[in-house]
């Protein structure tokens, strides 16, 4: 193995094998479970709660095939229950946990929301990801554009960038780099597993890939 082989596996983190691919691949794409208590399967979001992680793509495909083949009892090695809609739940805490940093984002100033200020963050440069709510007019959408060498995100809905942002509803939003900025992509890029399909159409709730 080569030094630079070395060095891109250290940078890439830890890595864990998703139970219902079989894929290994960084934690940060992946969804960590533990056995309850209760033998219930519980989703740890944050990768935080005590006891063995059972773990599976960021990707709702995966998630329901663990789900309706069992394997979360293989990998645990014992029989546990699977709470009714925990697909669901799934995508509602990334959703909640991606709001959240985005909410502090804004806070730190890190972070805009209104057309005319994400625009003013474009053209100057000051922006490294571009947001845009998935149910918001593609016309509108369609005069902003990703900035060069930045990320984009739009599979959250207005409703939910309105929380972030705290106004009512928000279409455009834009992040200056550095600060919570790479923790909002990372955490985006996992509920758009729940939300895009891999051939970049639409999965079950309403949205825009990027």
Same mark, same amino acid.
């Given at each position: ?83 009714? !809609?925990?697909?669901?739940?799934? *995508?509602?805490? @990334? =959703? ?5 940093? +985005?909410?502090? $984002?804004?806070? %730190? ?44 995100? !739009?599979?959250?809905?207005?409703? *939910?960038?309105? @929380? =972030? ?5 928000? +279409?455009?939003? $834009?992040?200056? %780099? ?33």
């Amino acid at each position: 193995m080569t030094r630079g082989k070395r060095d891109s596996d250290r940078e890439a983190g830890p890595e864990r094998k998703c139970i219902a691919t079989g894929e290994v691949r960084p934690k940060a794409e992946l969804i960590r479970f533990v056995i309850g208590p209760d033998d219930s399967v519980v989703p740890d979001i944050l990768g935080k709660l005590p006891g063995r992680g059972i773990w599976v793509s960021a990707d709702r495909a995966a998630l329901e095939k663990a789900v309706a083949k069992n394997l979360f009892a293989r990998a645990a090695r014992q029989p546990v229950r699977v709470p009714e !809609g925990l697909v669901a739940e799934v *995508e509602a805490q @990334l =959703a909640r946990r991606t709001v959240d940093l +985005i909410s502090l $984002a804004r806070k %730190s100033g890190a972070a805009v929301a209104g057309y005319e200020k994400v625009k003013s963050w474009l053209m100057r440069e000051g922006a490294q990801v571009l947001i845009q709510a998935s149910d918001g007019s593609e016309r509108g959408k369609s005069k902003l554009s990703t900035p060069y060498g930045g990320r984009f995100i !739009g599979w959250l809905t207005t409703d *939910e960038l309105g @929380l =972030a942002f705290g106004r009512q509803t928000v +279409i455009h939003g $834009a992040l200056a %780099s550095g600060g919570l900025t790479s923790r909002v992509v990372e955490e985006a890029a996992r509920l758009k597993g729940f939300r895009v399909s891999d051939h970049g159409g639409r999965g079950r709730r309403k949205g825009k890939d990027g």
